[in-house]
């Protein structure tokens, strides 16, 4: 945050017409604000950006176009001091200004809507940010069309907050609309097109969906297609595709991948994925909800996702997700006749991820304050095999309660990784260890 405040912050010396604006009798802004955040001083250049919003209010009113990029920077060093509600407040007013000067749906507005989402999620309000996502790309798909190639960035960053908030259904549907489009037009070999196939490839793998290696085998061909592309983004797909045989069991092409690969020499590490945590269970028990219609309550059955959902029952699957989808929530979807109910259900544990209320439940009435859970620290070392499964799982330290232990077990033994790599050639690894914490 600081680095961006001090990338940003030389705009407000771009001022021209507001600098003009100023009498010579008026302080006008303190040049020194720069070398204040340098030194970290947040609270002085925050005193600076006030005085200078204060002054062209006095001179222009509460509505002038000139309070934009002080009140930006306002709200980013706000934010930076964790004062996220007033920082919320000092942006809103920077896009309320933008909006009534250039209209509802203004591009400019869209880097403060980035920075207010993530101040929603820092602030537990998941479902505001779903909002201010959705609103971004639809000012995108505004200006560009529907089926334009040009909105495929803003289809990305809309995909990839779905993956980051849980709703992967979305973020498939979102990539095959944009590939069948892509498609219609001819551009299936596009360049562009190997993003929405590397991210189909993740969400199917969090999904716990099989045969992510098809759309991966498409993205190879576009490569060939553009001998021109660098070699990285070769190698981005043969690591994919590697990955993909490995969950799959097909050990054979998985090390053909892994051969191809730029770099030769490589730790072990957990590949992105979602499973069950007992696949027998979850096909034999049946649960039910209540329904509420116009004739009266009835009891329905559970789906198969609202079942690993349910909170009366113990950790049903496990997440391990890419770093930059590291979050405590996910975004779900209630359906009771026509209604459909938005929810977002807290998730705890790194690098496992479960369903806080399960895991709740594991524990029993006595320890659902978490307090206990918070302060938890699980060590494992375990053996990566070449085909990516793991073995001699032994807990070496840990204050957690056994049935946690229990789980993480569990979780490690369903888990594949990525395995070693020397000289291109996957090999065993011995000793390997994670820490798995819950705060």
């Keep these: 945050m600081a680095k961006r405040i001090q990338t940003s912050i030389f705009l407000i010396f771009c001022l021209p017409f507001w600098l003009t604006a100023l009498s010579a009798n008026q302080d006008r802004i303190d040049e020194t604000a720069p070398q204040d955040e340098d030194n970290s001083e947040l609270q002085l250049a925050l005193e600076k950006y006030q005085k200078s919003i204060n002054d ?19 709200g980013r ?18 896009i309320h200004l933008l909006r009534r000067h250039e209209g ?10 980035e920075e207010l989402v993530e101040i929603s999620i820092e602030e537990d309000k998941p479902l505001q940010a779903d909002s201010q996502q959705h609103f971004a790309y639809y000012i995108n798909s505004r200006l560009y069309g529907e089926d334009n190639p040009e909105l495929l960035p803003a289809t990305y960053d809309l995909v990839k907050w ?10 498939m549907q979102l990539l095959n609309k944009a590939i069948d489009t892509m498609d219609k037009q001819g551009l299936q070999n596009d360049p562009r097109l190997i993003e929405a196939h590397l991210m189909m490839a993740k969400a199917r793998r969090l999904q716990g969906i099989c045969c992510s290696e098809n759309g991966l085998e498409t993205a190879l061909e576009i490569v060939k297609q553009n001998p021109k592309l660098p070699l990285d983004i070769t190698s981005k797909i043969y690591l994919e595709l590697a990955d993909a045989f490995m969950i799959n069991g097909k050990f054979a092409e998985a090390r053909k991948y892994y051969a191809l690969l730029d770099y030769r020499n490589s730790d072990p590490s957990p590949i992105v994925m979602s499973k069950a945590l007992d696949n027998a269970r979850q096909s034999l028990v049946t649960i039910y909800k209540t329904n509420e219609d116009k004739i009266g309550p009835s009891l329905v059955r559970l789906t198969r996702e609202e079942k690993l959902l349910a909170d009366n029952q113990p950790p049903q699957q496990f997440f391990i997700r890419v770093s930059e989808h590291k979050k405590n929530f996910d975004i779900t979807y209630s359906s009771h006749n026509t209604n459909t109910k938005k929810e977002a259900l807290e998730l705890i544990g790194y690098p496992f991820q479960f369903y806080r209320n399960q895991v709740h439940y594991l524990l029993g009435f006595s320890n659902r304050g978490g307090e206990q859970l918070k302060q938890a620290k699980i060590t494992i ?5 070449i085909d990516g499964s793991l073995a001699n799982i032994e807990i070496i330290e840990t204050n957690a309660p056994i049935k946690i232990n229990r789980l993480i077990k569990k979780a490690l033994s369903k888990t594949i990784f990525r395995p070693a790599l020397s000289a291109g050639k996957p090999v065993v690894s011995n000793h390997v260890k994670i820490t798995q914490t819950f705060f």
């Design 77 to 94: 060093i706000l934010s930076a001091q964790g004062r996220k509600e007033d920082a919320a407040g000092a942006l809103n007013h920077a």
């Design 162 to 171: 779905y993956m980051r908030s849980g709703q992967l259904k979305k973020s």
């Design 104 to 113: 509802v749906y203004t591009l400019k507005q869209l880097n403060i809507i």
């Design 381 to 385: 070392d375990f053996t990566v095999n």
């Design 56 to 74: 062209i209010q006095a001179l222009n009113g509460n509505l002038s176009i000139q309070l934009l990029e002080p009140l930006q920077e306002k």
